[in-house]
Every structure is written in structure tokens, then in C-alpha cells.
């Protein structure tokens, strides 16, 4: 019984070794690349999932990516505001953001999510730094409609804030707050900020972690790789529908300001951003311009 243990622990150690052989070329490809991750659902609700986010993006940051991450919170914001006995909305998937949601919002997002992905990537020996798109203009916005209220649509993002603490060796935590004009505060989507955020740095790869596999065919089949023109004739033919198309919608936006490519991608599955980013088969959908 010790000697089947012993040779199935060293069967692990060779699979362990020959994965990381392999990955050397994709770690290559990707050497200081610019790689925005947006996170949310699962992972931001788990301690675990969170420990495991946290250590992948040492990991990355180890290997001479530059991650950024983008949160969301959704759960805590609904959480929070019952517990405040305030009612609040959706309206086309966005949340109806009056002035008192929005104080619930940005308490919510840029207090206690941010602060927690912050100290679970400190934790795993990382340098990350948490801020809102309030924080020097990062994401300045403009108001989507009066029906949705407080929602801001992003315009304009000051990319130098985070370049100089890429350059500086921090990771930036950024929570989807914007400011108006008029020094208003904006709730801003998490993919829409994520997707805004990925255009303003070109970066090499925006990740949208979600709760599904991916973009899926007809015949309910992931697609591993779409252009700009498929996922197009996809939405016209009613293939992608639901809340899959603001998404792709996203992806979208950020190739046409020069985003590499877009992963929409299951976040709930284990080390899901080293799979894509470091194996040959990948993780989710992957589009291009």
C-alpha cells in the first residue's frame, strides 16, 4: 500500500513537472503583457475560490505578466442594501442606481470587495493596490439613461494612473465607480468598466470570468474561437441572447479600441486565467478582431 502511494505521488510530480515544461512557451508569449481580469460571481463569494484566484495572480505576476484586476459585487451590493431595507431594481440586467444606491454601491465595492481581493492577493505574497474608477479620473462617465439613474457609461480613462503602478510592480484592484462632470458618482457595469479599462491600456487580453462555460452554438456547444464577425451574426440570428450579449457586446468594444483579444470564460473552474493563459487547449471562447 506505501509503495502504490509512493509511485502514485511521483506520477503526480512528473505530471506536475511536465505541465510546467509546458508552459514555458505560452509564459514566453505572454511576457510582459498587459492582462485584464474581471472577476465577480463565484470567486469574489468564496474564501476558497478567492485564496486560489489570489495565488494564480501571483503567479502571473511572477511570470512578468502585468495583471489588473476589475471587480464587481453584485451579491454583497443586494446583501447590504436588504439589510437596509432598500428597494432597489433591474432594468435590461442593470441595477436602477438612485443617489442613496449608489453610496450603498460605492460603500460596498470600494470598501469591503476591494479591500478583501486586496489583502487575499497581499496575502499570497502579492503587491496589489486597491482603487475605484473615482480615484484621479481613472474612469470619467457619462449618465446611460434617466431611467436607469446613477448608471454611468465610461467616456474616457486615465490610463497613466494605472501604467504607473504596473510600472511601479503593484497590481491595481479597481472597483466599476466612475465620476460626472460634475463630480457625480457614477455605478458602473463590472464587464463594461473591465471592457473600458482593457481598451484604454490596449491590453493584450481581457478575461471576463462569468458563470458559464462560455459562447455557446445552437447545439448548446462552446465555441472556442469567434471573430468579430461571427459573434455579429450570431446576436443578429438570436444564438447568443440573454445576458450573453452584453458580454459579447463588451468584447467587442474593447477589440475595436484595441484590445488583443477577449476570453469570456468560466471563473468557477480551478486556476481558470493559468489554464488560458498557460496551456495550449485554453479556457472559455476566445475573440478576435
Do not use: W
Amino acid at each position: 500500500m506505501v509503495m502504490e502511494k509512493s509511485q502514485a505521488m511521483e506520477r503526480d510530480s512528473i505530471a506536475t513537472a511536465r505541465m510546467l515544461s509546458e508552459a514555458l512557451p505560452h509564459i514566453q508569449r505572454h511576457d510582459g503583457s498587459i492582462v485584464v481580469i474581471k472577476l465577480g460571481g463565484h470567486a469574489i463569494s468564496s474564501d476558497k475560490a478567492m485564496k486560489s484566484f489570489a495565488r494564480d495572480i501571483v503567479l502571473m505576476h511572477q511570470c512578468n505578466l502585468k495583471p489588473v484586476i476589475v471587480h464587481g459585487g453584485g451579491p454583497m451590493i443586494n446583501e447590504m442594501l436588504d439589510k437596509l431595507n432598500i428597494q432597489t431594481k433591474f432594468v435590461e440586467g442593470k441595477r436602477v442606481s438612485t443617489p442613496e444606491t449608489v453610496d450603498v454601491v460605492e460603500m460596498v465595492l470600494s470598501g469591503k470587495v476591494n479591500k478583501t481581493i486586496v489583502q487575499a492577493i497581499n496575502s499570497q505574497g502579492g503587491k496589489a493596490v486597491g482603487l475605484s474608477g473615482k480615484d484621479a479620473n481613472l474612469l470619467q462617465c457619462k449618465q446611460v439613461n434617466k431611467l436607469l439613474g446613477m448608471v454611468g457609461d465610461p467616456y474616457s480613462v486615465n490610463a497613466d494612473v494605472i501604467h504607473s503602478l504596473i510600472e511601479n510592480d503593484f497590481i491595481p484592484v479597481i472597483a466599476p465607480l466612475g465620476s460626472g462632470e460634475n463630480g457625480e458618482t457614477y455605478n458602473v457595469n463590472g464587464d463594461t468598466a473591465a471592457g473600458a479599462i482593457a481598451g484604454g491600456l490596449k491590453a493584450d487580453r481581457l478575461l471576463l470570468l462569468t458563470d458559464v462555460d462560455g459562447v455557446k452554438d445552437k447545439d448548446g456547444d462552446v465555441l472556442t474561437n469567434l471573430s468579430a464577425e461571427q459573434v455579429n451574426k450570431m446576436t443578429k440570428n438570436n444564438i447568443i441572447v440573454g445576458g450573453m450579449i452584453p458580454k459579447t457586446q463588451t468584447a467587442l468594444d474593447a477589440i475595436s479600441d484595441g484590445v488583443r483579444a477577449v476570453v469570456i470564460m468560466d471563473g468557477r473552474v480551478p486556476n481558470a486565467c493559468l489554464l488560458e493563459l498557460f496551456t495550449d487547449h485554453g479556457a472559455g471562447s476566445m475573440i478576435r478582431a
